[in-house]
């Protein structure tokens, strides 16, 4: 019900799986989803929190489980203080064992830590122009973006035929090495609008497939697309400019 506290020494627990159940939490502090001693949240697939502070430190959720398969996190982008309007805080970070997607409203940039093995993703409004999402494996990471300039880091697992699907439009820059694993298997498109992704550590691994509706532009280093696999499934037009080096 509403007006409910819940704090880290409280447990909040759904026996039944599968059937969408959905928790509502807002506040002004970070998430643990474990809670003290193992004991917060289990059982609910849906998670939206509603944060809101003044701007000075990034949000955490830290050791998310992989029974949730959507965490839905919107903050705001200016607080009151003492009637005083003042920015919010607007970076999240989110670790644990992620199973699902994250979603983001107001949040401008995400970065999330995988320690599981299932498929995760990341999608935001057009607030969002920063994720960093590591620790995709063969099963992979999904990104999708709704701003037209933005800045995206991915890196695997173990640097073995780990994957990742970015849908993104405008300019993005796109690295793919992230904390030193990369992604092999790389799967791009523009999500509404044409897209160019300037790549960065890409290398003689990485096998590219372009899908969608839109034009896409991919610009790397020769490292980047020597004999490198590209299988275009798309019906835009698919373009590659290699700069020097």
């Known amino acids: 019900g509403t007006g409910a506290t819940f704090g880290q020494n409280d447990s909040i627990t759904d026996t039944t799986s599968g059937d969408t159940d959905t928790l509502n939490l807002s506040g002004n502090a970070n998430y ?7 004991n917060g949240v289990s059982g609910f697939e849906i998670v939206n929190l509603d944060l809101a502070k003044q701007s000075g430190s990034a949000f955490t959720v830290t050791n998310l489980a992989n029974d949730v398969e959507q965490l839905n996190v919107e903050v705001s982008s200016t607080v009151d203080v003492v009637g005083i309007t003042v920015a919010g805080e607007t970076s999240l970070t989110v670790a644990g064992d992620v199973g699902g997607t994250v979603g983001t409203t107001n949040v401008t940039d995400v970065v999330v830590t995988n320690t599981g ?3 995760f993703g990341v999608s935001g409004d057009s607030a969002l122009t920063s994720v960093t999402a590591t620790g995709a494996n063969d099963a992979g990471v999904s ?7 933005t800045t995206v880091l991915i890196g695997g697992a173990d640097g073995a035929n780990d994957a990742g699907t970015v849908s993104a439009s405008g300019a993005v820059a796109l690295t793919v090495n992230q904390g030193g694993n990369n992604i092999d298997d790389l799967t791009l498109s523009g999500n509404g ?4 992704y300037t790549l960065t550590g890409a290398d003689a691994g990485t096998e590219y497939t372009v899908t969608g509706d839109q034009d896409v532009t991919l610009v790397g280093n020769t490292a980047a697309f020597t004999a490198n696999p590209l299988t275009d499934s798309s019906t835009g037009s698919v373009s590659v400019n290699i700069t020097s080096g």
């Open 117 to 119: 093995d299932n498929a």
């Open 193 to 196: 609008a044409a897209v160019t």
């Open 32 to 38: 643990d989803h474990t809670g003290v001693g193992g």
């Open 143 to 149: 990104v999708t973006l709704a701003n037209d300039a």
